[in-house]
């Protein structure tokens, strides 16, 4: 079992996003904890920090309609076409959600696990805690990645 599966677990979240169009159920499998990305498309995308938690496809139903931007040849992010919600990024191959936790309250209670392009972490968003870290050449050395992004 991997150390990010150590969190896996299944049950029921309810999500939606600001102004309520859309609506996220998650049932079923997904990593009951957050991950956090520094590099420049998470910064931009977010306007401040991207953290995410990870769920199954067959686990997710959405309803309302979604927006979904091609951020890169492998992964595209969604977000609400009305109040511009951040909801989901998802990696075309493998298919799962990565989840922002603000959409569901029940997330609140996760646990922060992980932070990557820790050396990219602006000085406005202080993590602290004993959680794995990796710089952005440790990250990319062994994931996909879009070169140059700033
Ligand atoms: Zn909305
Ligand atoms: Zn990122």
């Known amino acids: 079992m991997s150390w990010i599966d150590a969190h896996r677990t299944s049950g029921r979240l309810?999500?939606?996003?600001l102004c309520g169009a859309?609506?996220?159920?998650?049932?079923?499998?997904?990593?009951?904890a957050v991950s956090v990305c520094h590099c420049g498309m998470c910064q931009r995308s977010t306007g401040y920090a991207y953290g995410s938690f990870v769920a199954d496809?067959?686990?997710v139903?959405?309803?309302?309609?979604?927006?979904?931007?091609?951020s890169t040849p492998f992964s595209s992010r969604s977000f609400c076409p009305t109040c511009g919600s951040h909801l989901w990024l998802r990696d075309n191959e493998a298919g799962e959600y990565?989840?922002?936790?603000?959409l569901f309250p029940a997330a609140a209670e996760f646990p922060l696990v992980?932070?990557?392009?820790?050396?990219?972490?602006?000085?406005?968003?202080?993590?602290?805690g004993d959680h794995r870290t990796k710089t952005q050449a440790e990250y990319e050395a062994d994931n996909p990645h879009v070169e140059g992004d700033a």
């Open 61 to 70: 139903t959405v309803e309302g309609a979604v927006a979904t931007y091609a």
């Open 98 to 102: 990565e989840l922002f936790p603000g």
């Open 22 to 32: 859309v609506r996220i159920v998650v049932d079923g499998s997904h990593v009951a």
């Open 14 to 17: 309810d999500g939606r996003c």
């Open 114 to 128: 992980s932070e990557i392009y820790t050396d990219r972490r602006p000085a406005y968003v202080p993590l602290a």
């Open 57 to 59: 496809a067959e686990a």
